[in-house]
């Protein structure tokens, strides 16, 4: 079982900069991919970006590439995605997610444990 916590949500203006962090616990991560998705009202859940825990590969949504970047402290295995230039486009609520066994995927069915989430909100 893996339990995450997310946290570094909140109100900021266009163009400001947020830093999310998802903390892991239950097990150390390993061959697992963590991801941030988003979802806004109305909206369907999309994926953000994501990091292969093994190998420290990133990939990220189009929307997002070249504004958002990964980073982790294996030591604590949590992630951090750091957020800039952020747009009222970016509003959402941000989950954090893990899919196991050696799947790197953007596809939310494949992630079987999920955070509760954390608000952001880009003012324009």
């Known amino acids: 079982q893996v339990q995450l916590v997310e946290s570094g949500g909140g109100l900021v203006q266009a163009g400001g900069s947020l830093r999310l962090s998802c903390a892991a616990s239950?097990?150390?991560?390993?061959?697992?991919?963590m991801a941030w998705f988003r979802q806004a009202p109305g909206k369907e859940r999309e994926f953000v970006a994501g990091i292969w825990w093994s190998g420290g590969t990133t990939f990220y949504a189009d929307s997002v590439k070249g504004r958002f970047a990964l980073s982790r402290d294996n030591a604590k295995n949590t992630v951090y995605l750091q957020m800039n230039s952020l747009k009222p486009e970016d509003t959402a609520l941000y989950y954090c997610?893990?899919?196991?066994?050696?799947?790197?995927?953007?596809?939310?069915?494949?992630?079987?444990?999920w955070g509760q989430g954390t608000q952001v909100t880009v003012s324009s």
């Open positions: 239950g097990r150390t991560l390993s061959t697992d991919t």
């Open positions: 997610a893990v899919a196991t066994g050696y799947l790197v995927t953007d596809k939310s069915q494949y992630y079987g444990y």
